[in-house]
């Protein structure tokens, strides 16, 4: 009788097992063919990179996304990409003025957002990666970021039957090579674009998404005096610049990579796409809010040799000028960007 029953609760449980297999299989997979799709306002301008040589897929995107999370990317597999590019801050390195590498050391620059990267022809806070494939190296090989070199890379990733599988599924080959790694974290990376923000739902519908009186005229208070290096739409005109922090430079910017006189002390204009979340601010992160920001070109700008001709004689904003452009630099906040479920770990 016993026996009996036992037989009766094993057939039920495989009943009850197979529905509930059934009823999963419906569930929407994580990342679909129609979730890669990659799509832009018609107000962007044209992008830079358009993965002509490097199609995307749901594999692609994936195994892109397993590796920017995976921290055996570095030397003693505790650091990974996602370490200093987190996405509730818009890929930037939460409240910390220097990322934190490899050993528990420091890094020399704050770390930048990682978004809209299909537009830019440079990256780094200097300029020093020309492309975007090209970009992840940087930190892979850096001594005080993750340490690690491509090499021992590949070997580990080798090693993994995981690994095997996911490559084999996005570039059908039987090999792993630096290449096809680099490939997947664009398609990873590349699919971070930021465009939802307040902002741009008030361009796209100014009557359903209305700004504030204070917004309104924080926008034109912008348009007039941050616009010609922070252009919208990316609100950044990608040009190297000295903005004033520095008399004498302990970081020497963009000449580090030209070794040009001229370049010393000039870094890349960042985007002001969600600046409300990517604090500190500056390469060297010594400004710890906005208004600080707004403080230094009103009447903290250091003079030298190379100082950007525009910030000579610095800024002039009022109070109730600096509360407005803080008030339009939130509407640059894109939470719909930060809370994408695609790019969550």
């Not at 997979?29 to 490097?54: A, C, G, M, Q, R």
């Not at 490559?167 to 590349?190: E, P």
């Not at 922090?245 to 970081?251: G, R, Y």
Request: proline fraction near 5%; charge should be negative.
């Amino acid at each position: 009788m016993i026996t009996r029953i036992f037989i009766y609760c094993i057939i039920a449980f495989g009943i009850l097992n197979t529905i509930s297999c059934k009823i999963d299989s419906k569930v929407k997979p994580l990342v679909t063919d129609d979730d890669i799709v990659l799509s832009w306002p018609d107000y962007f301008p044209t992008p830079v990179y358009n993965f002509e040589e490097n199609p995307r897929t749901k594999e692609g995107f994936l195994l892109g996304k397993k590796l920017f999370y995976d921290p055996l990317l570095s030397r003693d597999n505790t650091i990974s990409c996602g370490s200093c590019h987190q996405q509730f801050v818009a890929f930037a390195h939460s409240d910390h003025d220097f990322s934190h590498g490899i050993d528990n050391l420091l890094g020399v620059r704050n770390s930048p957002v990682l978004f809209n990267l299909m537009w830019q022809k440079e990256f780094f806070w200097d300029g020093g990666s020309k492309h975007i494939e090209v970009q992840p190296i940087g930190p892979i090989t850096n001594p005080i970021e993750m340490d690690e070199t491509l090499e021992n890379v590949i070997t580990k990733l080798s090693n993994r039957a995981d690994y095997r599988s996911l490559f084999k599924s996005a570039f059908n080959s039987d090999s792993i090579t630096s290449q096809q790694m680099l490939k997947a974290l664009v398609q990873f990376m590349g699919s971070f674009i930021s465009a939802t923000s307040r902002y741009d739902k008030h361009l796209q519908d100014p009557g359903k998404h209305p700004f504030s009186t204070d917004e309104k005229s924080g926008l034109a208070i912008f348009e007039q005096k941050c616009g010609s290096c922070h252009a919208p739409p990316l609100f950044t005109d990608n040009s190297y610049r000295n903005n004033g922090l520095d008399e004498t430079f302990v970081d020497s910017g963009r000449f580090h990579i030209t070794n040009i006189n001229s370049d010393m002390g000039k870094f890349k204009v960042p985007t002001l796409r969600n600046i409300e979340l990517s604090y500190p601010y500056m390469h060297d992160g010594r400004f710890e809010s906005l208004e600080e920001v707004l403080s230094h070109y009103t009447n903290g700008v250091k003079q030298s040799g190379t100082l950007d001709p525009t910030l000579a004689n610095g800024i002039n904003l009022s109070a109730t000028e600096k509360t407005q452009i803080v008030a339009f630099l939130k509407t640059l906040t894109d939470i719909e960007f930060t809370k994408d479920e695609r790019f969550k770990e």
